[in-house]
C-alpha cells in the first residue's frame, strides 16, 4: 500500500524534473546565437572611411586620433575622384584587407560611394556624414539639385577637360565655415578636384536598403543643403543625428561625429 501511495507522488517528481531538464536545455540552446551575436557586436573594431569630393583623406586625421585611442583599426581610403566605379574600387580593395565586421563612413561625395561598395560582405553597417546617400538608379546630381543650393557655395561648373573644383575665394565661407580661414584656405590650395562623370554615374545596388545606416546631418552646411540630408537620411529609415557645423563637421565637430560611428559600431 506505502509504494502505492508514493507511485503517483515518484511519476510528479520525474515528469517536473524531466520539464525542468527540457527548459534548460531550451534556454541554453536559444542563449547561444544570442551570446554569438553579442560576440560579433563585439567584434566590430574596423572602420573604413571614405571622403568626398574637393577633400582627401587627411582630414580625417582627428577622427582617425579619436577612434584609434579607443581601440578601433581605422583605415581610410585615398578615392582618386576620377569616377564612381574607380571609387568604389579603392573602397572594396581597403574592405578586402578588413579582418572582419567593419563599419563604412562616407562624407558628402563618398556617401553615394559606400552606398554602392556597402554590399560588401564585411560591412556590417552605414554611416553617412553629411552625405549623399542615392537610391538604386539614382544619382548624386539629381540628389544635389532636386533644392536649391546655398548662395555660399562654391562648386564650380567643369572646365574644359570635364573636371570640377571649388571656388577657392569660397571655400571657407562654403565648405568650411567653423575652421579658422588658415586652415580653410591651406584646404582650398591642396582641393583633390573631382570629374563631373561622377556626379552622373547612377547607382547599382543601393546597400542601406539591406544594411543599417546612420546619417549625419550638418546643419550649417554651405555645401550641400542640410534639407536634402534630412531628406535622403528620412527615405531611407536611417538613424539621423543632427550636428551644428558645416560641411567638414568631422575635422570641426570631430568628438560628436566619433560619437556617432561608435554608436553604429557597438550596435550593430
Known amino acids: 500500500m506505502k509504494n502505492s501511495f508514493l507511485q503517483p507522488i515518484r511519476s510528479y517528481l520525474v515528469m517536473a524534473m524531466t520539464a525542468l531538464f527540457v527548459m534548460m536545455a531550451a534556454v541554453h540552446t536559444n542563449a547561444a546565437p544570442i551570446s554569438s551575436q553579442l560576440e560579433r557586436q563585439a567584434a566590430v573594431k574596423n572602420i573604413v572611411i571614405v571622403h568626398g569630393a574637393f577633400a582627401d583623406g587627411s582630414g580625417f586625421k582627428a577622427l582617425y586620433k579619436i577612434l584609434s585611442k579607443k581601440g578601433y583599426h581605422v583605415t581610410i581610403v585615398q578615392n582618386p575622384l576620377t569616377s564612381l566605379k574607380d571609387d568604389v574600387d579603392a573602397t572594396i580593395r581597403a574592405l578586402d584587407k578588413q579582418d572582419g565586421p567593419t563599419i563604412l563612413v562616407g562624407h558628402s561625395w563618398g556617401g553615394t560611394v559606400i552606398t554602392e561598395a556597402g554590399s560588401h560582405a564585411k560591412v556590417a553597417a552605414l554611416v553617412y556624414i553629411a552625405a549623399f546617400m542615392p537610391d538604386t538608379g539614382e544619382t548624386t546630381a539629381q540628389l544635389a539639385m532636386s533644392l536649391p543650393m546655398a548662395g555660399e557655395s562654391g562648386i564650380l561648373p567643369p572646365d574644359e577637360k570635364g573636371v570640377v573644383y571649388f571656388d577657392k575665394a569660397k571655400f571657407h565661407t562654403g565648405f568650411a565655415a567653423d575652421l579658422s580661414k588658415e586652415e580653410a584656405d591651406f584646404m ?81
Request: positive net charge; hydrophobic residues 45%; charged residues 20%.
Open 188 to 268: 582650398a590650395a591642396s582641393q583633390v578636384p573631382i570629374f563631373a562623370s561622377c556626379f552622373g554615374a547612377p547607382v547599382t545596388n543601393a546597400a542601406w536598403k539591406t544594411k543599417p545606416a546612420y546619417g549625419i546631418v550638418a546643419t550649417e552646411d554651405k555645401a550641400l543643403n542640410p534639407a536634402i540630408e534630412r531628406n535622403m537620411y528620412k527615405r531611407a529609415g536611417a538613424q539621423v543625428t543632427e550636428i551644428k557645423g558645416s560641411h567638414v563637421i568631422f575635422i570641426s565637430k570631430a568628438n560628436a561625429v566619433a560619437d556617432v560611428i561608435i554608436q553604429a559600431a557597438t550596435r550593430k
